[in-house]
């Protein structure tokens, strides 16, 4: 199994690469095209189902400075796969370059021990859990923007900081079930 | 007579959703343009029920004409109950020339012979199938006109569509029909559901089904997604693979609207975490039941958007390969030990 | 069931029996009678009275089957039914009629399918019926099917007060399971805060235990839980989802075209009917909870309001104004639906003056269970929010929030559910609103709640999120204040906040509160600022932040003084726009206020605060480096908060370097400075900005600068900085007066 | 109310922000546009290239096609090509390859026209699909699919054959294993014979109005019309049969007449029936209605 290493290759200039990794391929979609809109940077996106990624294009893909899983929480299989991408990443993605994002948090189907597995997920690997509006264009937008956020400081492009401090601010916390009844 | 031709028609009124009654009742073609006028359809269904119950007292409407108003209203909407199909085997060598006047009288003859009171209605529809309606009796009791037979059948086509067919007169029905086709043998096609059409065209192979050649196939086209220079998909080969593995499986454009697919299992346990179930000599048995409302298009779905694996097993694509959404596993089977527990937790 | 039947009525000899049966209700409504005797004089016979006459007086036992006079009759008030809708009396007596079985159980589901209200129904029919469904033996479905219809037109009987008498015995259907789930309903319906006992919490407790957890008993327990918690132990799932399912089914169709028929005439019952069905019907819409229902009840006859027997409540609908609210207060009718209070001022009015308990927890209850079903836990993940009618929903809430000046405690407890899953721009200026209303937050917990998801957002969020967010916070530090002013009392530190959510904290407890959240602001500011590379836009909601901080004690009386860090003042001081820099001059000059004012107590009282000499030198040396920066041109003076090496210094070879944030090389002054220059010395070709150094010169620049607008400097400057004139060299030695 | 003005405040952010996106796709739009434009010039150059191109290749190919049909070989040819066109040698060797090229894919092309079928591999050689396309009066009709499994031995592993075409006992008749090409030859007879007569069928109901179809069923092996003579209102029951289904033409035909019993033995209608027995049925029909038989 291949290893996605996140300093094996150069950063090109004024260019940031963003991995979208999704189980169902609905979303990343529509999030990449709101994410090429950026014009500031040059904002390279690759989609993936899963990883490992296919070695044929390993030397054509550039240096990956975001790998987002997105985790669609109707499904179990989004999450599970998920998780089993997690595996094929290199260590050096931990120290803030590997963010999640969830979609469909506010459905009523959902059971809430799978948000709670997912946060776990998420705390445990020090990463940001990021929510999303996937059904509206304004959200998805939103999703996009933030994820740029993110992403140009994952990538170097702002001065004065860098992934893993951003990650210390924004990382994900389990927290404490706060489950009271809720309307009283 | 009378009475229980009332309570047919009540019967046949209630079956009726109010909307459709009056568009129904003009098809039939039995009542008289003032007749029609002077039904008032807005006011509730058992008041209309009433006033047809009056005309029917004084134009003493014969059971005929209420048995044609259920044909009429049948053909026009046939998802009512569950529709088995079933098969002819080995033709004489004239089944092919048989043709529906000769196939109505020997149909009715050979009924006939078989059961004394029975009342039998057959009508041609447009698109060339026979519809033929069926009311059983006894040697002693008259035919019973509130659970009726229906059967579709396509003269010079192998198949019979049959609709609340009891055990009962299934032998007698089958030889009728063998007969009257001039074919030797009668099967169960394993194949049933609420919608007629989709059973026909699947059995009928009246749905599109994707074959590989040489020109471009349309799905092909179809999922050609204009993508921005800076969009790159790493897995992108694979997902137009699924796609076409998919269709090819279960067939391209729209598919027949089939319900359930039943799965009987009768094989060797295997499975080394659980030694238990492994050890014991009996065969393992189990029922694997897909229901949905379309089940093909969700299967297809699955196998394209990766939920199941491509290739499709045999056991899944075999639904539209062969016509039948009843299977029976057996050890023999290859592999059917593996996949029927991957279908399970599907 | 008075004589009157408006629109179809009979005279009154043939309802003479019917009258017999009730008395009660005669009087209810004599003056409607009268009016209807006048008008009946000159009406003629209708078929329909006949029909009504003969099922109100057909003896007990007649046969149905092949018995054509009844279908007859019952066609004919069916028709009436379907089309018009039955009047009151007719609905008595059909009633009647079914529910005593007197031509046995065929009959009955048939009749009930066909009550269809034309204005109201009268509750002691209703009444009657339910009592019957206690005598007679009626088949189980036909019962369920009654319970349905009550619960279709439950906003249609005109008055509830005997069915809430009648709430115990109607509590006994429970235990059929057949009734159950929609006896549960009504309940729900009819519940007031002294229905609740001990004994029917056990009860559902025990039927709960019986048959699971139910969502028609625990919306029942809930609702007990709400109006007495000490009651109900058990924890209610926050997810409660479908609890009552949709029981119009049956009357839905004919109901809505009665309505449509007739609409003008009874408008307020149709428009009530309605939302009634949504009410019900509660999955089947989304955001039915969203339309607020008009504040409206059924019961609008005038004439009774005069003739007020004790026991006779008013409803909120009559009241116009304000004199009328204070007149009637102890006999408000709440109306059955809490979201409509939302919508009228009398009554928020009323909320806010009467202390009503159970009134408030209604609201509370109606309005956290809709805003869970809609935004936490919607049917299709949100997929397609009617965004308008949402966004007017929470702008309604917004409102009414401010009008009662304080936040529901409810919607409180959704937002901290719904930050953590928040995106942070769905309905965005709506949720910071929101937040920004919600009372005050136990140190302990204000962490978890509040600062960790809010982390998150901030930091991954667009800069306008960021400003939102810090005026949002700003907002609630103002609030906090302002209600600590408004409700604590000296005598003792303790001081109840909210004043129906009975958090009570000790001045200490709030103390720590504030402090919290003044510095999770400041945490949140200083890397803020260090990301967007200190956008002004930013630096100015920022530094609004700190006008209302530092001002906690002069202004708000709150003992305790938190300086902005280092990381929110050096960017202010350090800004390329003067606006800022002034700001940070007022805001220290504040400061400076406050703590010499806190000292000056410290000093009379012993019992007041104390505060540390950390929080004393911090902000001299504050002081110290803003009146070196622009005053005395001392930059990276050794033992300054940013020091850096002289070589260093030396290398970059600015010329002077020292002298490059003073008032006149500062890059915000600058222009200042030049435009000064011009003005002093026209002639003068070359510029040489150092001139205005010297001690002359400098005073005017100084009063060129004050008549700019920097008031704020100006008020700095007078605050701290004293001139001592220096011979020799003319250059205006400034020396900070340090608050000791 | 203050409390609305704070309000305000917040809802103005969300309004910049919204304002701050449009600009940027604004500014994107125009820069996508830009790059369009560069890549449409682009194309366009490539396309009047190749058009250049094409018209060289065609004379190469006028040439190639010459020498072929004189059945000059391949060398000579070339060589002569050689003298001929005097450019630099590999170009005009890559021009002669692509020219060739497009010859043999007529080639292939005609070979299909003329009934050759068009089969393709899947799954690395181990199934093969044969398409049959169908054709009646150089009309293209439906064309139907038959996927063989090549191993272990050849069968059909399904197809879209109407189920009134006995595919399987044409299988059995015919040694698949050997030659499918017999197979498909039948079963490609049945099909054209089917098509042929359907499409009859469907021309009869639009150019004969006069025509009423009594009966037909779905394999077409029956039609049965009933025809009015045009001067005294007789009306005749024609019947035909096709008991041959690989054939458009019937193999019976029989005629009925209420109003005289002679009619049918009289010569006119004897060799009208001889005439629905050679010519297809429409244009069959059409003869007759010029004559003045039927109406």
Known sequence: MSLLKPFSKLPGINSANILLVEFEETFQQSLADALVEETAVTVNVRLAKSLPLPKENEENRPRIDLVVFIINLTTELSFQSAEASLKCLDSGFFLGKVCFMVTNARNASVPTERLDSVRKLAASLHCPLLFAEDQTPAGVTNAAERLLTILKVTAGLVPMTTALYLSNLTRCTVPPDIDQPTFD | MGDSTKSLLQRIIRRIPSRAIESTLRKWGRLTAEQLQSIDFTQPKWTVTQELLDMCEEGNWTLKFITELEMSYIIDNPNQGMWYAYQLMNPEDDANSVELTQFKEQFKSHLKQLVRHISLKMKKHTDEAVWIRIAWGDRFFQPNHMKPTYAVHYLQTPYVFVTSLTSKHKPLFSQAMTLSTRYQAIKDANLSGRNLTAIRDLLMRQFQQAFPTKHPSPLAERNQTVSHPRIEKEQDGNAANRLELACEAFGGGTLPQLQSAVYKLETKFRDQTNKAMTEREESFKCIVKFASTNLLESLRHCASSGFASTPVTPLLSSISLKGKNYFVITDNSPGAASQPRRAQDK | ?740 | MEGSSKGGVLSHLSLLEAKARSRKTQLHQIKELRDKVEALRIQRDQLRAEIETHKILQKVRASLDKKCTKGGEEEELQVKEGEKMNEDSEHSQLLRLMARHTQLKDLLHAHHIIGGYNITKTIQGRRVCASLATAYEGVYLETYNVEFDLKPTVRIRRHDVPPFIPVDSLAEQSNMQTDIRAFLDTLSKYLNGYAGRKQQLKLVKERHKSVEVMESNVLCSILVMLLTVPGERVTVLCTLKYTDHTRCLPTGVYVQCEADKELPDSPQWKNNCSLLMETPVHKALTIMRDRWIIA
């Open chain 3, 1 to 740: 069931m008075a004589a009157s039947f408006n629109r179809s009525g009979p005279s009154d000899l043939e309802t003479s029996s019917v009258n017999d049966q009730s008395v009660s209700s005669r009087s209810s409504n004599r003056s409607v009678r009268v009016a209807e005797k006048e008008r009946r004089k000159n009406e003629a016979e209708d078929p329909v009275v006949l029909a009504l006459k003969y099922f109100n007086d057909v003896e007990a036992g007649t046969p149905v089957n092949g018995n054509d006079e009844v279908e007859k009759q019952l066609v004919l008030v069916e028709k009436v039914g379907y089309s018009r809708g039955l009047s009151p009396d007719a609905i008595s007596v059909m009633l009647e009629f079914a529910m005593s079985l007197r031509m046995g159980t065929t009959l009955c589901p048939r009749v009930l399918k066909c009550l269809i209200p034309a204005t109201t129904v009268p509750q002691e029919a209703v009444v009657r019926a339910v009592v019957w469904l206690g005598v007679g033996k009626i088949p189980a479905t036909t019962q369920v099917l009654f319970v349905k219809w009550v619960l279709t037109v439950f906003d249609m009987i005109d008055e509830k007060d005997q069915l809430r008498a009648i709430y115990g015995f109607i509590f006994n259907f429970v235990t059929d399971e057949n009734l159950c789930p929609f006896i549960c309903h009504l309940l729900y319906l009819l519940t007031r805060k002294e229905s609740v006992r001990v004994f029917r919490v056990r009860k559902l407790l025990e039927l709960q235990s019986k048959l699971g957890r139910q969502p028609f008993l625990l919306h029942l327990l809930s609702l007990y839980k709400v109006f007495c918690p000490e009651l109900v132990t058990l924890s209610i799932p926050s997810r409660m989802r479908s609890g009552f399912k949709n029981h119009t089914s049956p009357w839905k169709s004919a109901l809505l075209f009665v309505q449509k028929r007739n609409g003008s005439q009874v408008s307020s019952n149709v428009s009530l009917a309605v939302t009634v069905k949504d009410k019900t019907s509660t999955r089947k819409r989304k955001h039915h909870h969203l339309e607020l229902p008009k504040l409206s009840s059924v019961v609008n006859k005038p004439a009774q309001t005069e003739t007020s027997s004790s026991r006779k409540l008013v409803p909120l609908t009559q009241l116009h104004s304000f004199a009328q609210l204070l007149e009637n207060m102890h006999r408000i009718e709440l109306p059955s639906q809490m979201g409509s209070l939302l919508g009228s001022s009398m009554a928020l009015h009323y909320l806010d003056c009467v202390q009503d308990e159970s009134a408030l927890l209604r609201l509370n209850f109606w309005l956290g269970y809709s805003l869970h079903e809609e935004f936490l836990f919607c049917s299709d993940g949100g997929a397609s929010q009617y965004s308008e009618e949402v966004l007017q929903f929470l702008n309604r809430l917004l409102s009414t929030q401010h009008f009662l000046q304080e936040g529901f405690s409810s919607s409180e407890a959704f937002l901290y559910k719904f930050l953590t899953v928040w995106d942070g721009a769905l309905y965005r200026p709506e949720i910071l609103g929101l937040l920004s209303n919600i009372p005050v937050i136990p140190s302990s917990q204000i962490g978890r709640l509040l600062f960790e998801p809010l982390m998150q957002l901030f930091f991954t969020s667009s800069l306008f999120f960021k400003c939102g967010l810090i005026e949002c916070l700003n907002n609630m530090l103002l609030k906090w204040l302002t209600w600590h002013s408004v409700y604590a009392l000296e005598d003792d530190l303790d001081i109840s906040l909210h004043s129906h959510t009975s958090i009570n904290m000790t001045l200490s407890g709030f103390k720590d509160s504030v402090m919290e959240l003044v510095l999770f602001v400041g945490r949140l500011a200083s890397v803020g600022l260090q990301l967007e590379g200190c956008h002004s836009v930013l630096l100015s909601f920022v530094l609004d932040f700190y006008e209302t901080a530092c001002d906690t004690f002069l202004k708000y009386g709150l003992p305790l003084v938190l300086l902005p860090p280092s990381g929110v003042f050096y960017p202010a001081l350090l800004a390329s726009d003067p606006v800022s820099v002034d700001r940070l001059a007022y805001i220290m000059y504040r400061y400076k206020a406050n703590l010499t004012s806190a000292k000056n107590q410290e000093k009379v009282t012993e019992q007041a605060f104390h505060i540390s000499r950390q929080t004393f030198r911090e902000f001299n040396s504050y002081i110290a480096v803003m009146a070196n920066y622009l005053w005395n041109s001392r930059v990276f003076h050794p033992g300054m908060g940013v020091q850096l090496e002289k070589e260093l210094l030396l290398k970059s070879n600015v010329p002077e370097y020292w002298t490059s944030f003073d008032l006149i090389h500062h890059p915000a002054f600058m222009s200042y400075a030049i435009d000064f220059h011009r003005k002093c010395w026209p002639g003068r070709k070359d510029m040489d900005l150092n001139s205005i150094k010297l001690s002359k010169p400098w005073g005017w620049y100084l009063e060129y600068l004050f008549t700019q607008g920097f008031d704020g400097l100006k008020l700095f400057f007078q605050g701290n900085v004293r001139q001592q004139k220096a011979q020799g060299d003319g250059q205006g030695d400034s020396t900070p007066t340090q608050a000791r």
